[in-house]
């Protein structure tokens, strides 16, 4: 008997209904923030920043996604060669029941040790801080950026205020002229 020299692969047509695709969440795949501290910007001048991890719970992972965590009163502490994130709030899961997460509870940054060293030694210069700057997903781990920052007295804020000003009006014009010339 003669062995077959080609093979005839058959496609199976499906043309049954198709289950329409949802669009991922922009949050959950990391094209846009979970939670952005603009008052950091305003309150502080931001020296340096790092990204670390955030030792949460399962609801608050769910929170986050769904949008409810607020960086405002929120900081960053060492304290005995680890760092902390003190004061952010995660609010409560929709579907979580009685094992929900406490809101506002002490959270545990995960960094290597020569990185809370540096930022041990920044922190301790008199008027230098630590404060939460924005929180993502990076590969379906939440991130925290933080920012080494030091307090704005009330005319750094003015004198930077007046300076957005000026630029955002120098954009307006060169917008405006371009628009007259026909580009």
Known sequence: MARQTSHVIVQHDDSGPKKPVRPRDPVASGERDAAHNRLAS??????????????????EVKSIREGKANLKDSYGLIKDGEAFLLNLHIGPYSHGNLANHDETRTRKLLMHR??????????????????????????????????????????????????????????????????????
């Open 42 to 59: 305003h309150n502080y001048f931001l020296l340096e920043k790092f990204e670390a991890g955030v030792a949460l719970r399962g609801t």
């Open 114 to 183: 020569d990185e809370v060293r540096k930022l041990l030694q920044k922190t301790q210069i008199k008027g230098h801080t630590l404060i939460p700057t924005r929180l993502y997903f990076r590969n379906g781990r939440v991130k925290c950026e933080l920012a080494v920052a030091k307090g704005k007295q009330d005319w750094d804020k003015r004198e930077t205020e007046k300076r957005r000003e000026g630029d955002r009006e120098a954009r307006a014009a060169v917008n405006a002229s371009k628009h007259r010339m026909g580009r």
